[in-house]
């Protein structure tokens, strides 16, 4: 086993089952049954000082935790602690999201002459893969050990013409927890029809503890010089526009909260961020640095490098106080953040974006590597 715990002895045991995952990792176990009895399993890992619980719905990370600098651990992710609760109606808290992450304008486009009509379930256009998008399917889970890493293996085949896209696409997802405790997505899809495809996570971060409170004194650095403005449905306009002199600059860092009440029709539309940045290193071979979040209280600094040439932040706009997490506590607006690494939204209707079309006989391709310190 590969399996390097940087915490204190015997910690990790905790959860409402009481397993523990000593000498043996990733470790698995029943967490519930969908209405129609299919099993839900979630898997344990820890590796570098990271703890990590996936469950095979939605490929959901329902809990991360990492040290504080006292070396105390916290869930810095929002989650829910039964599968009813996420059937039931969860904001994507740590899911797998795809075949399109983001909004495609009016739920359609257009591809080698054939319109194609897609799930519509945000006003009028349509949402991270329509109603029943990735994070309500049920993926097949493999653990595996590799070297000095630990991880998970997920994946999904999504038939022709679900939720209105076009091709059977194989989806493989793989999580890694690196011996130094980063916590690595690599994605691969491939298709037997033209289609278009853009995955991410959707994990809530509070690197406070989710369930204590807001995150508006976390800072952030983006490196983007600009960012896609959007209309009320928060379907980008058209031409990327330069973050300088807007509340959209995060380029040297400040946080979260700074100018977030700032009277910026931009800011208005959303109710706060919801806006993909242009990061300037554009889509790359490898991942590169492009996001640093830190919670100067806990100490906590989570690092985001990516392939991507986009990434939306979501400053939690349309939590509202209904949902309850893990520890008991409500989530408000503000309470977490998302930072989701992608191609551009509505790219299938934007011809200047960078494309999200995949024919077959391409592999679509991307990394996103979490590093926490
Ligand atoms: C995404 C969207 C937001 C919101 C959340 C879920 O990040 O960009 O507008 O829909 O998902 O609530």
């Given at each position: 086993?590969?399996?390097?715990?940087?915490?204190?002895?015997?910690?990790?045991?905790?959860?409402?089952?009481?397993?523990?995952?000593?000498?043996?990792?990733?470790?698995?176990?029943?967490?519930?049954?969908?209405?129609?009895?299919?099993?839900?399993?979630?898997?344990?890992?820890?590796?570098?000082?990271?703890?990590?619980?996936?469950?095979?719905?939605?490929?959901?990370?329902?809990?991360?935790r990492t040290p504080d600098r006292e070396g105390r651990y916290a869930d810095i992710s929002l989650g829910f602690d039964t599968v009813e609760d996420y059937v039931a109606g969860s904001p994507y808290f740590g899911a797998l999201i795809g075949r399109y992450g983001n909004r495609i304008g009016a739920g359609r486009f257009t591809l080698d002459g054939t319109e194609y009509r897609l799930s519509v379930n945000d006003g009028d256009n349509s949402l991270h893969g329509g109603a029943a998008g990735f994070d309500r399917a049920v993926w097949d889970v493999e653990p595996f050990t590799d070297g000095p890493d630990v991880g998970l293996r997920l994946s999904h085949t999504s038939a022709d013409g679900e939720q209105g896209y076009p091709g059977t696409l194989d989806v493989r997802v793989t999580y890694t927890l690196t011996g130094r405790g980063a916590?690595?997505?690599?994605?691969?899809?491939?298709?037997?029809?033209?289609?278009?495809?853009?995955?991410?996570?959707?994990?809530?971060?509070?690197?406070?503890?989710?369930?204590?409170?807001?995150?508006?004194?976390?800072?952030?650095?983006?490196?983007?010089?600009?960012?896609?403005?959007?209309?009320?449905?928060?379907?980008?306009?058209?031409?990327?526009?330069?973050?300088?002199?807007?509340?959209?600059?995060?380029?040297?860092?400040?946080?979260?909260?700074?100018?977030?009440?700032?009277?910026?029709?931009?800011?208005?539309?959303?109710?706060g961020f919801d806006h993909n940045w242009v990061l300037d290193k554009g889509a790359t071979a490898g991942p590169e640095w492009v996001a640093t979040l830190t919670d100067p209280a806990s100490g906590r600094t989570l690092k985001i490098a990516t392939t991507e040439p986009g990434l939306q932040f979501y400053s939690g706009n349309f939590l509202d106080g209904t949902l309850v997490g893990p520890t008991g506590r409500s989530y408000r607006q503000g309470d977490a953040l998302c930072l989701e690494t992608q191609h551009?939204?509505?790219?299938?209707?934007?011809?200047?974006?960078?494309?999200?079309?995949?024919r077959p006989g391409q592999t679509y391709r991307s990394t996103t590597i979490h590093s926490f310190t």
């Open positions: 086993m590969s399996s390097r715990s940087s915490g204190p002895a015997g910690r990790w045991s905790a959860g409402p089952l009481g397993f523990s995952t000593r000498g043996r990792n990733p470790v698995k176990e029943l967490f519930g049954k969908l209405a129609d009895g299919t099993e839900i399993h979630r898997w344990s890992l820890e590796n570098g000082g990271t703890r990590m619980k996936v469950l095979s719905y939605g490929g959901i990370v329902q809990s991360l916590w690595r997505v690599d994605y691969e899809a491939t298709t037997d029809k033209a289609t278009v495809v853009n995955l991410t996570s959707h994990v809530y971060w509070n690197l406070a503890g989710e369930g204590s409170g807001s995150v508006h004194d976390h800072e952030l650095t983006i490196a983007a010089s600009r960012y896609t403005p959007v209309d009320s449905g928060l379907i980008p306009t058209g031409e990327p526009v330069e973050v300088a002199g807007t509340p959209f600059d995060f380029r040297t860092g400040k946080t979260v909260g700074a100018d977030l009440r700032e009277a910026d029709r931009q800011l208005l539309y959303a109710k551009f939204p509505d790219s299938p209707n934007k011809p200047s974006y960078p494309s999200t079309l995949l």
